[in-house]
């Protein structure tokens, strides 16, 4: 007598990976679109902070700072988003990659806060065909 687990039998054959799948669902899916994805999260602070920096309720170093800790916070908590999602904030890494916090020690070539805001604002428009696309 044959004994079976998982829709497999404990003989030589290779386990069914529908049958492996189902026992082992995903702990988080990926937020594909703004709309998926939760304000308390550490995206969706993301967001909201993208979204301040457009309305100029917070400047480029409070921006900066915030933003980059959610992004910590994000990967630390295994937060995942779709591939459009996930093109717009990483177009926003890249950009502070460019973009010096402290004022005092600027290079010429980094970014200021107008530039920074408006790349920001560029990327955050972006967002809605992350919305229609999904």
């Known amino acids: 007598m044959q004994r079976k687990t998982h829709g497999i039998s404990t003989q030589s054959e290779a386990p069914h990976i529908a049958a492996v799948s189902a026992d082992y669902p995903p702990l988080n899916r990926p937020w594909k679109a703004p709309r998926d994805v939760p304000s308390g999260s550490h995206t969706g602070r993301q ?39 996930g093109s717009v904030l990483d177009e926003v890494f890249y950009t502070l990659d460019d973009y010096t916090i402290d004022p005092a020690i600027r290079d010429a070539e980094d970014l200021t806060d107008g530039e920074l805001q408006r790349r920001v604002a560029a990327a955050f428009g972006k967002l809605g065909d992350c919305d229609a696309g999904s």
């Not at 967001?47 to 100029?56: D, I, N, P, V």
């Open 47 to 85: 967001l909201a902070l993208m979204r301040r920096l457009q309305e100029g309720a917070v400047d480029g170093p409070t921006f900066a700072r915030g933003w980059l800790g959610e992004r910590r916070g994000a990967m630390a908590a295994g937060e995942r988003v779709g591939d459009a999602l």
